[in-house]
């Protein structure tokens, strides 16, 4: 993985209502980038955008709540979609001045992204989307793909009671598997990694991050989607990985009746961490979508 040049970064605190978010934020131009982490990242994923896009953006890049520095309600209601969303919200009004942002989410960031354009046109200038379905898209496939379904089965388990503890062994070994970064004996941690480490291990984080999939269920039962506008107006670029086991590459292709304005890259070779693996190609995609 090529090295970041991360400039410099503040650290900012957003109230927005029930919760406290941390926020990274580089760069002092006139349009916004909110960056929106998944599972089980934080605002450490994005130092590659973060390093590339600060020089014409506020790059504004949050702990989504329950995650890192950020607050962590303890109430699971806390994490339900709607209120996910308006967190991603709250923040466009505070750093954006009114101004819709470039809005760029991966996995669970993804599904909020998308949510927010849909939800919240006004908002969002232009929709980025790495590996993660709109959530209709996501139901209909929880519901009828059966490839999907069999990709989707660690859902159950991060949901359960024990998760955390399972989580937590071995210093966090299946995290780091979920990373795409096993452990090499005698190999010294990276910098993500060791702050993913971290991130982890603060009080109340590991419940709070899982407490995402807890108050969201996409499927037959749960129905999180419901309610949620299928309709986006901002031009949409969807980047995927080919090789992602969790969210299937053809999901990509399947929001071509959302979004008016869509642009789908799959990159081959790619697995479900685009925006780290290929920092530079996500890049330029994103460069020539926002030039648009």
């Known amino acids: 993985m090529p090295r970041a ?15 406290r ?9 006139e349009r916004l980038m909110l960056l ?30 329950g995650c890192n520095l950020s607050d962590k309600p303890e109430s699971v209601v806390a ?23 470039v ?26 989307v790495l590996n993660a379905p709109h959530p209709a898209v996501l139901a209909r496939a929880l519901v009828a793909d059966s490839q999907q379904q069999q990709a ?9 009671p024990g998760a955390e503890s399972r989580l937590s062994e071995s210093r966090f070994e299946r995290l780091r598997w979920v ?3 096993p452990t090499i004996p005698g190999e010294v941690e990276s910098a993500y990694v060791a702050a993913s480490v971290e991130a982890w291990s603060r009080p109340g984080a590991l419940t709070g991050a899982l407490n995402w999939y807890r108050a969201n269920d996409f499927g037959p039962v749960g129905r999180a989607a419901e309610g949620v506008p299928t309709e986006v ?6 980047i995927w990985g080919r090789d992602d086991r969790a969210l299937l590459p053809h999901l990509a292709l399947q929001h071509r009746d959302i979004a008016k304005r869509l642009t789908v890259h799959v990159l081959e070779g790619a697995g479900h961490w685009t925006a780290r693996e290929r920092p530079d190609e996500v890049n330029a995609l994103i460069d020539a979508h926002c030039s648009s």
């Open 5 to 19: 040049d991360v400039p410099s970064i503040r650290h900012e605190w957003v109230d927005v209502g029930d919760a």
């Open 152 to 160: 989707s089965g660690y859902l159950e388990r991060l949901r359960q």
């Open 179 to 181: 990373l795409d970064i």
């Open 21 to 29: 978010l941390h926020c990274a934020v580089a760069g002092h131009g």
């Open 36 to 65: 929106l982490h998944g599972f089980p990242d934080c605002w450490h994923g994005w130092v590659h955008q973060i390093a590339h896009f600060s020089g014409r953006f506020t790059v504004v890049a949050p702990d989504g709540r």
């Open 79 to 101: 994490y339900r979609l709607p209120r996910l969303v308006a967190d991603a919200d709250s923040l466009v009004t505070h750093f954006g001045g009114g101004r819709p942002a």
């Open 233 to 238: 107006e901002a031009p949409a670029l969807v």
């Open 103 to 128: 809005v760029v989410g991966h996995d669970w960031g993804g599904v909020v992204a998308w949510t927010l354009a849909s939800s919240c046109p006004d908002a969002v200038s232009h929709l980025v």
